[in-house]
C-alpha cells in the first residue's frame, strides 16, 4: 500500500502541507470577488473559488485549523477519514469520508466557515485521497492553525481529539 501512496503522491505532484498530509492545489477561479463584496472578515479580495487534492496516509493527520470561508471536502480514493469539526458554540461533529453509504460514510461533507476542524485516517485505512473546494476562494491570509492550549481552554470537553489533532 505505501508503494501506491508514494505513485499517488508522485503522480498527482503532491507536496507537504503545513497542517499534515500532502496537497496541491488545483483550480483557482480566475474571477475574484473585490473585499467590498466579502463579509467583514476578509480583508483584500478572494478567487470566486479554489480546489485542492489532499492526501494522508496512515499516521498522518490533518490538524485543527479553521479557515473563513466554507470548505466542501469530496472522497476520491482510498479508504475512510474521519473529519473532526467543532463548532464556534463547542459542539463536535465527527464525520467519515468514505464509500460506505451503509456504514454513515459519506462521499462529500462541508465544514462551515469559522470551524475548527481536521481530520485523520479511520482505523484501519491506509490512505485517503481526497479534494477539497472552498468559496470564496481559499488564502493563507485567512487560516488559523489552532494552538492546543487556548483550544483546551475553550472546549475542554473535547480533549482527546484535540491533543490529537494539535501539537
Given at each position: 500500500?505505501?508503494?501506491?501512496?508514494?505513485?499517488?503522491?508522485?503522480?498527482?505532484?503532491?507536496?507537504?502541507?503545513?497542517?499534515?498530509?500532502?496537497?496541491?492545489?488545483?483550480?483557482?477561479?480566475?474571477?475574484?470577488?473585490?473585499?467590498t463584496?466579502?463579509?467583514?472578515?476578509?480583508?483584500?479580495?478572494?478567487?470566486?473559488?479554489?480546489?485542492?487534492?489532499?492526501?494522508?496516509?496512515?499516521?498522518?493527520?490533518s490538524?485543527?485549523?479553521?479557515?473563513?470561508?466554507?470548505?466542501?471536502?469530496?472522497?476520491?480514493?482510498?479508504?475512510?477519514?474521519?473529519?473532526?469539526?467543532?463548532?464556534?458554540?463547542g459542539?463536535?461533529?465527527?464525520?467519515?469520508?468514505?464509500?460506505?453509504?451503509?456504514?454513515?460514510?459519506?462521499?462529500?461533507?462541508?465544514?462551515?466557515?469559522?470551524?475548527?476542524?481536521?481530520?485523520i485516517?479511520?482505523?484501519?485505512?491506509?490512505?485517503?485521497?481526497?479534494?477539497?473546494?472552498?468559496?470564496?476562494?481559499?488564502?493563507?491570509?485567512?487560516?488559523?492553525?489552532?494552538?492546543r492550549?487556548?483550544?483546551?481552554?475553550?472546549?475542554?470537553?473535547?480533549?482527546?481529539?484535540?491533543?490529537?489533532?494539535?501539537?
Open positions: 500500500m505505501l508503494e501506491e501512496v508514494d505513485e499517488l503522491v508522485a503522480r498527482l505532484n503532491l507536496v507537504p502541507h503545513p497542517e499534515g498530509g500532502f496537497y496541491r492545489e488545483t483550480y483557482r477561479a480566475n474571477e475574484t470577488i473585490p473585499d463584496g466579502l463579509p467583514p472578515r476578509f480583508h483584500g479580495s478572494r478567487a470566486v473559488s479554489t480546489a485542492i487534492f489532499y492526501l494522508l496516509r496512515t499516521g498522518d493527520r490538524k485543527l485549523h479553521r479557515i473563513k470561508s466554507d470548505e466542501i471536502w469530496h472522497f476520491y480514493k482510498g479508504d475512510p477519514l474521519a473529519i473532526i469539526a467543532i463548532a464556534p458554540d459542539q463536535l461533529t465527527e464525520t467519515t469520508l468514505g464509500r460506505d453509504f451503509g456504514q454513515g460514510q459519506v462521499p462529500q461533507h462541508v465544514v462551515p466557515a469559522g470551524h475548527w476542524f481536521g481530520a485516517p479511520a482505523p484501519g485505512s491506509a490512505y485517503a485521497l481526497t479534494g477539497c473546494t472552498v468559496a470564496p476562494g481559499f488564502d493563507f491570509a485567512d487560516f488559523e492553525l489552532g494552538a492550549g487556548t483550544l483546551l481552554s475553550a472546549y475542554p470537553q473535547h480533549r482527546g481529539w484535540i491533543e490529537k489533532l494539535t501539537d
